[in-house]
């Protein structure tokens, strides 16, 4: 059964760059594509990006400049870095899996997802 | 980017009735759609890929059709445990979220 637990700071100060972990068990990164994911009430589901391969990247376009993510296939682990936050960048930050069935994996469709981590903007 | 707009916001049934969820898209995502089901405190479950196809495991109740701007998701016969928000997702042009329709029970 493949898990996910999303890791890192509840709490970051305006202006400061938000890190988080994914740390995936029960399968390999392989050549799954992996996505960050955040749920507000302001903007409800906003897909950030995604990664595959351990460093190709596509991210969101709104949120391009200030967005990082990788891969490290020795840890199983996924992570994400948002640079100079605001209040509004205030979610439950989550990561997911691109869904694959048939021999066809798809970036933008996720099946599996860790339970999420709220993370809070503030001084 | 594209807009989803999925209505009704709130549609109230009672268990057993069938469940008619409507996204319309601001323009053509062919059909790169996808259906969510969310309950309180989890995160996103995928039910309905390329606007047709069930995910791995989804129940047969569980149907979408579509293409072009306008989908549907249906419920053939609501279960207790399928009162939920649930989500149609495009992936034509980048990856966006439609607003929700929230599956109340009556």
């Known amino acids: 059964q493949v898990q996910l637990q999303e890791s890192g700071p509840g709490l970051v100060r305006p202006s400061e760059t938000l890190s988080l972990t994914c740390t995936v068990s029960?399968?390999?990164?392989?050549?799954?594509?992996w996505s960050w994911i955040r749920q507000s009430p302001g903007k409800g589901l906003e897909w950030i990006g995604y990664v595959y391969d351990s460093d190709i990247t596509n991210y969101n376009p709104s949120l391009k400049s200030r967005v990082t993510m990788s891969g490290d296939p020795s840890k199983n682990q996924v992570s994400l870095s948002l640079t100079s936050v605001t209040a509004a960048d205030t979610a439950i930050y989550y990561c997911?899996?691109?869904?694959?069935?048939?021999?066809?994996?798809?970036?933008?469709?996720?099946?599996?997802w860790g339970q999420g981590t709220l993370v809070s903007v503030s001084s | 980017e594209i807009v989803l707009t999925q209505s009704p916001a709130i549609l109230s049934l009672s268990p057993g009735d069938r469940a008619t969820l409507s996204c319309r898209a601001s323009q053509s995502v062919s059909n790169y759609l996808a259906w969510y089901q969310q309950r309180p405190g989890q995160a996103p479950r995928l039910l309905i890929y390329?606007?047709?196809n069930r995910a791995t495991g989804i129940p047969a109740r569980f149907s979408g059709s579509g293409s072009g701007t306008d989908f549907t998701l249906t419920i053939s016969s609501l279960e207790p445990e399928d009162f939920a928000v649930y989500y149609c997702?495009?992936?034509?042009?980048?990856?966006?979220f439609g607003g929700g329709t929230k599956v109340e029970i009556k």
């Open positions: 029960g399968d390999s990164l392989g050549s799954y594509f």
């Open positions: 997911a899996r691109g869904y694959c069935s048939g021999g066809s994996c798809y970036a933008g469709f996720v099946d599996y």
């Open positions: 390329n606007a047709s």
């Open positions: 997702q495009q992936r034509s042009n980048w990856l966006t």
